[in-house]
């Protein structure tokens, strides 16, 4: 863990700071996003166009703090990676709802083929990432998100809630371990 005494001597500006402190909760509004997509589906509300628009600026601000940190290409990557997850995540949805057995497996092989290519990026751009534990992590949270959408999907009101009350502490797991890297990088990277 870096101190505050070697982040007050490593000299990163005070905008990358900030930017890696809020990028934390990126996770969180991931996640909440998603919530709020499934609710929508399944209550039948009709505005998952505006949600979709939410999600995206979701990927978009990720992007912007790794382009910041590790140049535009790596931001312009993870912002098709995490969009990418997403929309297999919608195509999820809609193939459950449908009770299509194959496309549901073929989707959900696509999620975790998903994040094995974020875990590589995210693991080869920073020394501070490892793979196996963005694998660890990121596999943790399609299986939350797939218990998510089942508990929408069978009506287990109950087991929502508890299961998104523990993908919201994933998250916090996650982006303690994304901002932690980031700010190891910048320290040490200088």
Excluded: C, H
């Excluded at 929508?40 to 505005?47: D, L, M, P, T, Y």
């Excluded at 995210?122 to 992590?137: D, G, H």
Aim: proline share 1%; hydrophobic share 40%; net charge negative.
């Amino acid at each position: 863990m870096v101190s505050i005494k070697q982040l007050t001597d490593s000299n990163i500006p005070s905008s990358q700071m900030t930017l890696v402190f809020e990028s934390r909760m990126l996770w969180r509004d991931l996640v909440t996003w998603l919530q709020a997509y499934l609710a929508s589906v399944f209550a039948g509300f009709g505005n998952q166009d505006s949600i979709e628009v939410k999600l995206k600026e979701v990927a978009t601000k990720f992007g912007n703090v790794l382009s910041t940190v590790f140049g535009g290409e790596v931001g312009e990557q993870y912002i098709t990676l995490i969009n990418n997850w997403i929309n297999t995540f919608k195509l999820l949805v809609d193939a459950q709802m449908n009770d299509d057995v194959n496309t549901v497996n073929e989707y959900t092989n696509q999620l975790y083929e998903n994040i094995n290519q974020i875990s590589v990026l995210l693991s080869a751009v920073n020394p501070f990432w490892t793979e196996s534990e963005w694998k660890a992590l990121l596999y943790r949270f399609n299986e939350m998100m797939i218990e998510q959408l089942s508990a929408y999907l069978y009506k287990e009101y109950t087991r929502n809630i508890e299961s998104f009350d523990r993908i919201l502490n994933l998250t916090s797991i996650i982006g303690n371990y994304y901002s932690r890297g980031l700010l190891n990088y910048l320290a040490y990277s200088r």
